[in-house]
């Protein structure tokens, strides 16, 4: 028991945000419920993206209903890759990334083949609820699938790396990337065996990495080098985060953005309860960083004002 006392207070002493306190002390004091489904219903938060002109993948269509499953490949004609997902999903359940198909055979981002029976069952699950928060019944969203940008082709295996920018108050106060692995299936999950890179809210460069918790220096599949990434169009990365608190309303926020070969920068999407993973990622407690906002950042300012004072203004 005492050594558990001294273990809970070495994390406090170092800045670690608990899970507890991440609920009653952050969110629910700046996070208001009645905002929650701004971000938890996936097609709402596009739309609401789109009208202030905040990048995100193309949305191709949605299915509602189960009569509508069987014209999927209507919806999809003229689309070389397409990404299925629930709106009110989390955690990437139940997201399905499709690179090729030719109407009977579908090959997903992690590398199985899929008949038109699989892929049509999959949709049904969605619209079941199999995937989404508390099981209710659920849209499933039809998307352009990410062309993801060359850096990054060492550093990911098969699926989109993407960079989580936790937002306070407005700020960037800490950011990590996600980067898939053969043990992922794809997907830049932590909990799937992702790797969780931290990234110097400044730079964008490497800060330290993670993998099942534990310190990597290189990519389990790749062999990259993990200290030599770097995410351009990092200001603009910061934007997308900062933008999201403006067009939210949510006071801690987790933005998930991704790097398009052509259109750059975009948002995924946007989590009103963000892991605290982030803090192992990059070696250091989230409290600390909320703190310093709390006391010494200023108000008033625009997304491209506060982040330019993030960028300026140290850690």
Not at 113 to 118: R, T, W
């Amino acid at each position: 028991m005492f050594k558990w006392v001294k273990t809970a207070r070495a994390l406090k002493e170092c800045g670690v945000l608990g899970m507890n306190d991440r609920n009653y002390s952050v969110i629910a004091k700046y996070n208001k419920r009645s905002l929650y489904t701004l971000v938890d219903d996936k097609v709402k938060t596009k739309r609401l993206a789109n009208s202030i002109h905040i990048n995100t993948p193309k949305m191709i269509g949605i299915i509602e209903y189960q009569y509508q499953v069987k014209n999927i490949l209507d919806i999809v004609k003229g689309y070389e890759t397409f990404v299925i997902k629930p709106a009110h999903g989390s955690g990437g359940k139940g997201v399905l990334v499709i690179k090729k198909y030719d109407g009977e055979k579908f090959y997903s981002a992690s590398g199985d083949v899929l008949s038109y029976k699989d892929v049509y069952q999959h949709i049904s699950n969605t619209l079941s609820g199999l995937f989404s928060l508390g099981g209710k019944y659920d849209v499933a969203l039809i998307e352009e699938a990410v062309n993801f940008s060359d850096v990054f082709k060492n550093f990911s295996y098969h699926g989109v790396p993407d960079v989580r920018v936790i937002v306070y108050k407005g700020f960037p106060a800490m950011v990590m990337m996600r980067l898939a692995t053969k043990e992922s299936g794809g997907r830049a999950n932590l909990h799937q065996g992702a790797v969780g890179v931290g990234l110097d809210v400044q730079t964008g460069k490497t800060l330290n990495a993670v993998m099942h918790n534990k310190p990597v220096l290189v990519h389990p599949d790749t062999g990259a080098n993990l200290m030599d990434l770097k995410v351009p169009f990092w200001r603009e990365h910061l934007i997308i985060g900062a933008l999201a608190y403006d067009m939210t309303g949510l006071g801690y926020l987790g933005a998930d953005i991704v790097l398009d070969k052509n259109r750059g920068p975009m948002m995924l999407e946007i989590n009103a309860r963000p892991g605290l993973a982030i803090q192992i990622a990059n070696g250091r407690g989230l409290r600390h960083r909320l703190e310093e906002i709390d006391k010494k950042f200023p108000t008033g300012l625009s997304a491209e004002e506060r982040v330019d004072f993030v960028l300026n203004n140290g850690k």
